[in-house]
C-alpha cells in the first residue's frame, strides 16, 4: 500500500514559546475541555449501563455532540464549516444505508422494474476453501475454539468486532477537531472505500458464512456456525449491550458481505496514521489490529476470509489513487507558484566583469 509522508515536523522549543508568547490566551478553552472530558466520561458510562450503540444514526449524534462540546466559543465561520461538514457525512451515510439495502432488494429501474444480481454462495465458499487447501477457516476455528463458556478469546474477537461501529466516526471527530485539512484527507478515503463497497453491495450479494450454515436457509454447505458476536462484550459488563445488538442485526442486511467493512475501517484507520509513527515496532504492532478484525471476523462467522482480503484491497487500492491524486495536485501548484514568481533581476556588471569577459 502507497502511503505519503505528510506528517507535521516539530517546531524548535523557542519557536513554540515564542508563538504562545503572542498568541492571546483563550478563556473558552478551558470550558471546551472540562465539557468535553465532562462528556466523554458520561457517554462511557452510559455504554456501561445502556449498552454500545451499533446504529450510526445514534453514533453520529452522539459524535455531533461531542463536536458542540468541542466548539464552544469557536467564530461563525467554524460553526458555517461545521454545519457544511455534517451534512456531507450525513448525505453519505444516508446514501451508504440506502444502496446497501438494495444488495437484498435490488435496484429500482425508474420505476419500472426491479434488477436483481445472484446471490454468492459456493463461490466465495469454495475460493476460500482454495486458500485454505480444502478446509472451510471458519468451521476449522469453531471447532476448535469455540466452546459454551466464554474465553478470553471470545472477549478479543467480541470487542474487536464492535469496535467498527464507533472507532472510525470517533476517528474522524478527533481530526476535524484538530486539523480539518487532514479531516478532509481522511474522508476522501473513506468516502471513496464506501462508494466502492456499495456498488460491490448491489453486483455482487454475498450470504455470510453463518446464513450458509443455517438450518434457516436452503443451503447446509457448511455444519451450523455459531453467531454470537456479542456475548464477549456482555461477558466483560456490558450488559445491556445484547437486546440491542440483536436488534441491529435484525434490521440490518444479511447478504451485504462482499467486501468486509469491517476489515475495511479496521485497515484505513492505522493506514492513514502510519506516516506519523516512526519506530518500525509501533508500526507493525498498530498494523496487527486490522489482522485480528479478519482473524475475529472469520472465527465469529460473520465473514468469510476472502470478503476481508477484498475489503484490504479495495482500502489500499484508495490510498494508492488518492495519494498519486495528491501528489500530482502539489506538483501541480508548485510549478504554478514557481510560475507566477517575478524572475530575478540579471546581475549588474562591473567594470571587472566586463574586462574579464
Known amino acids: 500500500m502507497s502511503t505519503t509522508t505528510e506528517a507535521p515536523t516539530d517546531a524548535s522549543r523557542s519557536l513554540r514559546v515564542a508563538v504562545r508568547s503572542a498568541v492571546p490566551f483563550e478563556w473558552f478553552?478551558?470550558?471546551?475541555?472540562?465539557?468535553?472530558?465532562?462528556?466523554l466520561?458520561?457517554?462511557l458510562w452510559w455504554?456501561?449501563?445502556k449498552g454500545l450503540t451499533v446504529d450510526r444514526v445514534s453514533v453520529a449524534i452522539a459524535v455531533g455532540i461531542f463536536l458542540l462540546c468541542a466548539f464552544i466559543g469557536r467564530s461563525w465561520r467554524t460553526w458555517g464549516v461545521l454545519l457544511l461538514d455534517c451534512v456531507a457525512y450525513c448525505t453519505m451515510w444516508l446514501a451508504y444505508e440506502k444502496t446497501r439495502g438494495a444488495a437484498?432488494?435490488?435496484?429500482?429501474?425508474?420505476?419500472?422494474?426491479?434488477?436483481?444480481?445472484?446471490?454468492?454462495?459456493?463461490?466465495v465458499r469454495n475460493i476460500d476453501k482454495v486458500m485454505f487447501f480444502g478446509h472451510d477457516p471458519n468451521v476449522v476455528l469453531q471447532e476448535h475454539f469455540w466452546e459454551r463458556t466464554v474465553r478470553?478469546?471470545?472477549?478479543?474477537?467480541?470487542?474487536?468486532?464492535?469496535?467498527?461501529?464507533?472507532?472510525?466516526?470517533?476517528?474522524?471527530?478527533?481530526?476535524?477537531?484538530?486539523?480539518?485539512?487532514?479531516?478532509?484527507?481522511?474522508?476522501?478515503?473513506?468516502a471513496s472505500l464506501l462508494f466502492i463497497a456499495c456498488i460491490m453491495f448491489v453486483v455482487l450479494p454475498t450470504a455470510p458464512p453463518w446464513m450458509v450454515g443455517s438450518p434457516k436457509f436452503p443451503y447446509g454447505l457448511i455444519p451450523e456456525l455459531h453467531r454470537n458476536a456479542g456475548r464477549g462484550f456482555y461477558h466483560i459488563g456490558f450488559e445491556s449491550f445484547r437486546d440491542g445488538y440483536k436488534l441491529a442485526l435484525s434490521n440490518g442486511n444479511g447478504v451485504a458481505a462482499m467486501p468486509s467493512l469491517h476489515a475495511s475501517f479496521a485497515l484505513i484507520v492505522p493506514a492513514f496514521f502510519l506516516p506519523w509513527i516512526r519506530p518500525k515496532w509501533l508500526k507493525a504492532l498498530v498494523l496487527l489490529f486490522p489482522v485480528v478484525m479478519l482473524a475475529s471476523l472469520v472465527y465469529l462467522g460473520e465473514h468469510w476470509v476472502i470478503d476481508?482480503?477484498?475489503?484490504?484491497?479495495?482500502t489500499g487500492g484508495v490510498f494508492w489513487f488518492w495519494n498519486r491524486f495528491e501528489r500530482r495536485?502539489?506538483?501541480r501548484r508548485a510549478h504554478m507558484a514557481r510560475a507566477c514568481m517575478p524572475a530575478p533581476p540579471a546581475p549588474e556588471l562591473t567594470p571587472e566583469a566586463e574586462v574579464s569577459a
Do not use: C, N
Open 29 to 39: 478553552r478551558p470550558v471546551r475541555l472540562t465539557l468535553m472530558f465532562t462528556y
Open 41 to 43: 466520561f458520561g457517554y
Open 104 to 123: 437484498d432488494d435490488g435496484v429500482s429501474v425508474f420505476g419500472l422494474f426491479r434488477v436483481k444480481f445472484p446471490l454468492q454462495v459456493e463461490s
Open 152 to 190: 478470553w478469546y471470545d472477549v478479543v474477537a467480541g470487542s474487536t468486532y464492535m469496535t467498527h461501529f464507533v472507532f472510525p466516526m470517533i476517528v474522524m471527530a478527533a481530526l476535524w477537531a484538530t486539523s480539518h485539512r487532514q479531516w478532509a484527507r481522511f474522508m476522501k478515503r473513506f
Open 329 to 331: 495536485t502539489r506538483r
Open 308 to 314: 476481508g482480503l477484498v475489503g484490504w484491497a479495495i
Open 47 to 49: 455504554l456501561k449501563v
